[in-house]
Structure formats: structure tokens, C-alpha cells
């Protein structure tokens, strides 16, 4: 079934389209050589100096009669070079099988004859956006060969090409080092994965692979290694450890009056295969109709393609990934529509980065998110959601010495009072559902079954303090709601308290009978708070613009302060004069003031030190100008509608004086 249009955005840093650049590069009789990821050392490595003496090629100066695609593009286009990037040849292997999905991500009207310019382009989601890849085709040699990606017919380069634009993506060849078939099979698809442990998979794995195959998902396996030693390895039985293979078919057989399962899979590599039962020359294939094997051998004679029986695949393989195309072909009778939600976010040092429920301190500080569940399945009480969350720009970051992010994710029943669950709510309450566990990987995605209701999505790195960008995608049979903040609550009522309020005013007074910031600084010092505080206190409290206080402000003022230090006590609770950054939520929740996670995380970035903690000063300036904000907002938000209108000036003066 063809794929439906998609809007495709260029990468280009100067914003120009593909075609925009090859008619360039036509006009001028120029070959394109592409800016952005040029042919230098920084786009093959950036943790050693390249090992080799590299040259870029174009594929003209490598074979005399270069072709893009020859005969179609198959599964034996795709053969591992120097780089350890199996997992994304397993992927490109997938590929080759669903025609549609290919055509979408490498275009086939692209050639080395009519139009050639030097230019190609290839369609890769990322982060919930298809982007329209550009790459020249000089392509990193060794002694006139191809160092990574190439085909079996040394004429024919689109998976090379195809490597080169997943490079760029990621920002080097290197990036490509180590990772998750699933990863790629995603970037491909837009899909969303699920993974399998065979060895603790469902009675029915058979089945789910089998209509995974028939509703064109793309599927890979791979055998676990229990050492560094073991990356690589051969088996006795021909398979490689720690290596990513794809899965291409799923049969029934008739053996002997009886039912065997069969599973076909590829070796990227092309050449190493399974040598034990049901492999392409064994004795088990002389015992089925004859009708059967030649049907079945058929596709399996290609180098690296094998056949096995499902017992021995279980056996012998750890982990199953699938990539489902469309959320539609995650329901089981193939029928149902499921809804898709998508949310952005992140994980900020000292505001949102609160790390796993084994660090309850700081687990509640962590991005919140409500789903609710509303409709059971068909026949059924419980409802089916898939929940994946994926960390961003990842690969792209390793070259400034990050990389995956161990993550993980827990859903708890929500209580309808609150939009953000405390600590004591986690304290106090399990899960209802969660990852199986955290992992270093770019996505991780589980498929669950829930009782309709109300849930909080809570998602995590495994350490606080670590930072990073995510995207959580939710599949379910209904809408899935994000938990927005609420309305910001306006300040409470002041009471007077005059009782000795006059003569400490007329003490700290000038003869003016008023407080100025820069009077309170120099004459009578509050104890560490810095001149910018003083301000802060002073544009809070000044109603008539005069920049000084008065009794009337002075006292308003006090009443304020005495709330904001209780406030500040209950979280200093080593009496330190400071507080975490993270019970900043807290304190201001207590102030009436509900903010975002965006906001929050600006003002633990502004305000927290190092060790994410806060000084009193610097909590005062925080609270004073955070209430004066709210307190200028509601003053023109004359209708109560949330919203304002204001020319450049006003928008001068309200800066000058918040």
C-alpha cells in the first residue's frame, strides 16, 4: 500500500532544498560539494586522527560506469565495511524488503547519468520530523575500495550513499559506531519499536512475528555477549555474537507429519551463516515437498541468508526488535485506529533532572505527564497503550564526550487534586506500570494494558543531576492529555501588622520617610543580600514609581517577607542559608505561584549554584521578582483572559522594572 505524503524539511544550514542545489550546481557545471559535512577527518572521526591515508572518491572515479540502483535495490547491496555499524546494514537489510518504505527513503529518480550534479538525497526521520538528508558523493577510500558501506556489484552505490546521509544525520562516520537495529529501523519508518527477550518472551512470539511479517513490520535479532572479548565472535554453529542481524521470513512447514516453524534471517555480512539444522544444505529440507523447498529456497540462496527452526532460533538468539510501520498495524486484528500523542521535553540539572525512584529526594522533580485512558479494548476491561520515550541528539553529542543517557520511565494512577505529584505522593505510592528497565539506549518503549483511568507518566535518567532532551510518544486507543500547568494563582491577601513595624520603618528611614535600595545597602545592611535583591524588593513594592518605599509599601512588604523566610526555613533544613534547587517547586508552590517545567528549569539555570542549591539572596530575588511578575500581569490583564497586549515601550518599562 503506498505511504501516504509527508512534509520533508531540508538540513541544509543555508535552507536549500535538493533540487534547488542541483539546478546550482547544473547552471554553473559544478560538481556539488556539500558544506555542511565536507570530505575532511572531522566527518569520519572525531576521537582519533584517521588511521589510514583516506581519500574521497565520486564513484566515477572509482568504476568507469557508476550506477545508483542496478536491477532494484536487494538485500545483497549491503555489505559491512570497516566501521562497526552492523546494526544499521541489519536495518538497511529490512529495508529492501518493504518497497514502499524503501522508495520513500532512498528515491529512486536519482542518477549518475541524465542531471547528474554530485548530489543525493535520501528522507530520515528524527525527533518526530522527516528531513530531507543532502550529501555529495565523495565517498572515503582506501587504494581506489570503498572503506565502509558498499554492494556486491562494485558499480552500484546507493547503500553507500545512503550510510554517508545516516552519517551526516548523526554527525560523523564514527557516530555510527555501536547501537540498536531498532534505532535505525525507526529513523527509516517513523515507526515505533518493541523488543523481545526470547528467552523470557510470550508463549505467542511465534505468532506476533509471523503477523509482524505480514503487516510489513521491519524485525532484527541479535545474540548478547557477556564480555568486550566476545563482540564479534563466531559460534560453532556459524552465528556471530554481539552482532545485528534482520529477519526476513516466517513459515510453517510440513516435516515428517508434522508442523515445524521456520524463521529466515540475514547476516549483514553476507557471507558467515547458520551451519546447523534447516541451514541451506542440511538433510531436513529432503524430507518436505519438494514444491515447499523450492519456494523456500529460493530467496535463501543469497551469501548470509539462512534458514532455522524456531526452537533453535530461541535457543541461540537473546533479543527480538520490531519496528512497527504505522501505529494502525499495532492492533491485533489489524482494524483499529490507535491515536497518537507526542511530548517534548527535558531533564535540566538542579530543576527537572530529579534521576529514578531510588533517589525519592529528587524523583518528583522530574517532567509529569497525565494520560488518561478512557475506552477498555473491544471484548476486553483493560486498555492497550504503548509508551516510548527517545532521547535526542545523542550520537550527535559524542564528539563533546556524551553519549546515551540511561533511561527509563514509571506510570502511577493519578489523583485528580494535583497537576504535579509531590514527593510524599511517590514516597508513598507504586507504580502502576513500568520499563523494564533503564538502558542506555536511544528509545525505550514498552506495550502495556491498563484499566481505564487517570495516569501520571513520569520519565527518567537512572542518575539525577544528567541532562538530556526527550521525546515521549504515546499510542493508545484514545487521545492521551499532557499535564499542562495551571493558571498561576494570584498572591494572597496582605494582613496589616503595624504593632513596632513604624519604628523599625523609621529606623531604617530617611528623612524622607522612605526606603530606597541603594539607602538599604549602604546604611543598613540586610545580612548577605546583594544590591540587585534590594532593587528587586523595591520595583516590587513601589506602586506609586517613586523608587523608595513607604510606610504603606514598607509594611506590605514585611508581611511578605516574614512568609517568604518561613517558606525558605522549612527547606533549609540544615539550616545552611541555602536550599536544593530542586524543592524550589515546592516552596513556590507554597508562594501560590504554579509554574511550568520550562520556567522552572530558567530559574534553577539562573539562580543555583554548582551544587544545585540556592542561597537565601538569591531565593529572594527570585520570589520578589517572580511575584512582581505576577502581580504586573494581572494589573493589565484587565478582561481575565490570560493574555496581554503591549507596544515596544511598555515592554521597555515592565523590563527596566521587573
Not at 527452526?309 to 519496528?323: M, Q
Not at 514609581?545 to 512568609?563: A, D, I, P, Q
Not at 534547587?581 to 528549569?601: D, T, V
Amino acid at each position: 500500500m503506498p505511504l501516504k505524503n509527508i512534509r520533508v524539511n531540508s538540513t541544509q544550514a543555508d535552507g536549500k532544498t535538493y533540487e534547488q542545489l542541483r539546478l546550482e550546481c547544473l547552471q554553473k557545471g559544478k560538481l556539488f560539494e556539500d558544506p555542511d559535512f565536507p570530505a575532511v577527518g572531522d566527518s569520519l572521526f572525531f576521537s582519533q586522527r584517521v588511521p589510514v591515508n583516506f581519500e574521497w572518491k565520486r564513484p566515477g572515479e572509482i568504476c568507469k560506469d557508476p550506477k545508483f540502483i542496478t536491477g532494484g535495490a536487494t538485500r545483497t547491496d549491503i555489505c559491512q565495511g570497516q566501521l562497526g555499524d552492523c546494526w544499521l546494514l541489519a536495518a538497511i537489510a529490512s529495508l529492501t524488503l518493504h518497497e514502499e518504505t524503501l522508495k520513500r527513503v532512498v528515491p529512486h529518480d536519482q542518477s549518475f547519468d541524465r542531471g547528474y550534479a554530485g548530489i543525493f538525497h535520501f528522507q530520515l526521520w528524527q525527533h518526530n520530523k522527516w528531513l530531507d538528508v543532502v550529501v555529495d558523493d565523495r565517498l572515503p577510500c582506501v587504494r581506489n575500495n570503498l572503506v565502509f558501506v558498499h554492494s556486491a556489484d562494485n558499480t552500484e552505490f546507493w547503500s553507500a550513499l545512503l550510510e554517508k546521509a545516516y552519517a551526516k544525520l548523526n554527525g560523523s562516520y564514527e557516530s555510527l559506531k555501536g547501537g540498536s537495529t531498532m534505532e535505525a529501523m525507526e529513523d527509516f519508518t517513523g515507526g515505533v519499536g518493541e523488543m523481545y527477550e526470547t528467552k523470557n518472551a510470550p508463549t505467542n512470539l511465534f505468532l506476533i512475528l509471523k503477523k509482524a511479517v505480514e503487516r510489513g513490520s521491519m524485525l532484527g535479532c541479535s545474540i548478547d555477549i557477556t564480555s568486550s572479548a566476545e563482540s564479534e565472535a563466531q559460534t560453532t554453529t556459524g552465528l556471530v555474537k554481539g552482532h545485528a542481524y534482520s529477519i526476513t521470513g516466517v513459515e510453517e512447514v510440513n516435516y515428517r507429519g508434522a508442523k515445524v516453524q521456520l524463521i529466515r534471517v540475514r547476516n549483514p555480512w553476507g557471507q558467515v551463516e547458520w551451519n546447523g539444522p534447516w541451514s541451506d544444505n542440511s538433510r531436513e529440507w529432503s524430507a518436505i515437498d519438494s514444491s515447499e523447498k523450492n519456494r523456500l529456497l529460493h530467496n535463501s540462496l543469497d551469501d548470509g541468508e539462512f534458514w532455522m527452526e524456531f526452537g533453535d532460533f530461541k535457543a541461540n538468539y537473546d533479543k527480538i526488535e520490531i519496528c512497527n510501520l504505522t501505529p494502525d498495524s499495532l492492533s491485533d486484528d489489524g482494524s483499529k485506529k490507535w491515536e497518537v500523542n507526542l511530548f517534548e521535553g527535558n531533564w535540566i540539572r538542579g530543576s527537572t533532572a530529579g534521576g529514578c525512584r531510588n533517589y525519592i529526594d529528587t524523583f518528583w522533580t522530574n517532567p509529569q505527564f497525565k494520560l488518561r485512558l478512557d475506552h477498555p479494548d473491544d471484548g476486553d476491561k483493560m486498555c492497550s497503550v504503548i509508551v516510548a520515550l527517545l532521547q535526542k541528539n545523542r550520537r550527535r553529542l559524542r564528539k563533546e564526550g556524551l553519549d546515551m543517557e540511561t533511561i527509563g520511565f514509571a506510570i502511577y494512577e493519578a489523583p485528580d487534586d494535583q497537576d504535579h505529584q509531590g514527593k510524599d505522593f511517590f514516597r508513598y505510592n507504586g507504580s502502576k506500570a513500568r520499563s523494564r528497565s533503564y538502558i542506555n539506549m536511544r528509545e525505550v518503549s514498552e506495550r502495556f494494558r491498563l484499566p481505564p483511568g487517570n495516569y501520571l507518566l513520569v520519565p527518567t535518567t537512572f542518575q539525577p543531576h544528567h541532562e538530556a532532551d526527550f521525546l515521549i510518544r504515546i499510542f493508545s486507543e484514545n487521545k492521551a492529555g499532557a499535564m499542562y500547568p495551571p493558571k498561576p494563582n494570584p498572591p494572597e491577601e496582605e494582613t496589616d501588622e503595624e504593632k513596632g513595624l513604624r519604628r523599625l520603618f523609621e529606623q531604617i528611614a530617611g528623612s524622607d520617610n522612605a526606603i530606597s535600595s541603594l539607602f538599604s545597602r549602604k546604611e543598613v545592611k540586610f545580612d548577605g543580600l546583594t544590591l540587585n535583591t534590594c532593587h528587586s524588593i523595591i520595583n516590587l513594592m513601589d506602586v506609586d514609581n517613586t523608587g523608595m518605599l513607604e510606610f504603606e509599601e514598607f509594611k506590605v512588604f514585611w508581611e511578605k517577607l516574614k512568609k517568604w523566610i518561613m517558606l525558605f526555613l522549612a527547606y533549609d533544613t540544615d539550616r545552611s542559608g541555602r536550599m536544593s534547587s530542586y524543592e524550589l517547586r515546592s516552596a513556590l508552590n507554597a508562594a501560590g505561584m504554579n509554574l511550568n517545567n520550562k520556567i522552572l528549569q530558567l530559574l534553577g539555570l539562573r539562580f543555583a549554584d554548582e551544587n544545585f542549591d540556592i542561597d537565601f539572596d538569591d531565593y529572594l530575588t527570585c520570589i520578589v521578582r517572580l511575584e512582581n511578575m505576577f502581580r504586573v500581569f494581572q494589573a493589565l490583564d484587565k478582561q481575565k483572559k490570560g493574555v496581554i497586549n503591549l507596544n515596544m515601550m511598555q515592554f521597555l518599562m515592565l523590563s527596566m522594572n521587573i
